[in-house]
């Protein structure tokens, strides 16, 4: 008779993951006074699986914000060569070029999942991916606080898929390109934290779908075919 006490758990867990997604990609978008809003928010949470500007570098970003766009627009942007380009394209098809199949892969399922990102980059943009996470995540999290097991075990799924194929793959060499280039704290933290969120993210998911398939159909997931 544990299953009640079991769906609360991995519902709190759901739900830190659901707003460390979000943190992430907002973070990665250009910098301004709305993302030092959030970053205040959140600063001292206890629900996030990230510590990136929390603490001393909140105070620090109201005077950094100048210097903050500066640094994005060199990473990221451009108009010289990027010291960080932003795509997963560069990194896992070998060619360091954007719009290319995984791309297209990736436009793929953010259609699937009906997903308007509202970022004017390719569909590869780490804040974009990222964002992508955070809704199948939050789909997740609403299906299992509904208990819609089998609903819940197929976000599941989706969300390891996509770190595995995807996002998962590329995003430590992305962070330790940002970590070499970077100029300010910030963005050298904020790349640390999401590459070691992520992959022990990816580690989590596995060992979830696990705990599924190992469950009765009454506990989460309710995936007996016996019947």
Do not use: C
């Amino acid at each position: 008779m544990n299953e009640q006490p079991q769906t609360d758990e991995w519902l709190a867990d759901g739900e830190a993951r659901v707003n460390t997604y979000r943190l992430l990609s907002e973070a990665f978008h250009v910098p301004d006074h709305e993302l030092l809003e959030l970053l205040e928010d959140v600063a001292g949470d206890d629900d996030l699986r990230v510590t990136v500007a929390i603490g001393g570098l909140v105070s620090e970003l109201p005077d950094e914000i100048q210097s903050l766009r500066v640094d994005y627009a060199k990473l990221f942007v451009g108009p010289r060569e990027l010291l960080a380009p932003p795509y997963g394209s560069v990194y896992l098809d070998g060619k360091g070029q954007v719009m290319t199949d995984s791309t297209m892969d990736v436009e793929r399922r953010y259609r699937q999942e009906e997903l308007d990102v509202t970022l004017d980059e390719p569909a590869d943009h780490v804040a974009a991916e990222l964002e992508f996470m955070y809704l199948l995540a939050h789909r997740e999290v609403t299906a299992l606080d509904n208990a819609e097991f089998e609903t819940a075990t197929i976000y599941l799924q989706k969300q390891q898929a996509f770190l595995g194929t995807h996002l998962g793959r590329w995003l430590p060499e992305f962070a330790d390109r940002v970590e070499e280039n970077a100029e300010t704290e910030f963005y050298r933290l904020l790349a640390r934290e999401a590459a070691t969120f992520v992959s022990a993210d990816s580690t989590r998911l596995a060992d979830r779908l696990d705990e599924v398939q190992n469950s009765s159909p009454e506990r989460i997931g309710g995936t007996d075919d016996s019947e």
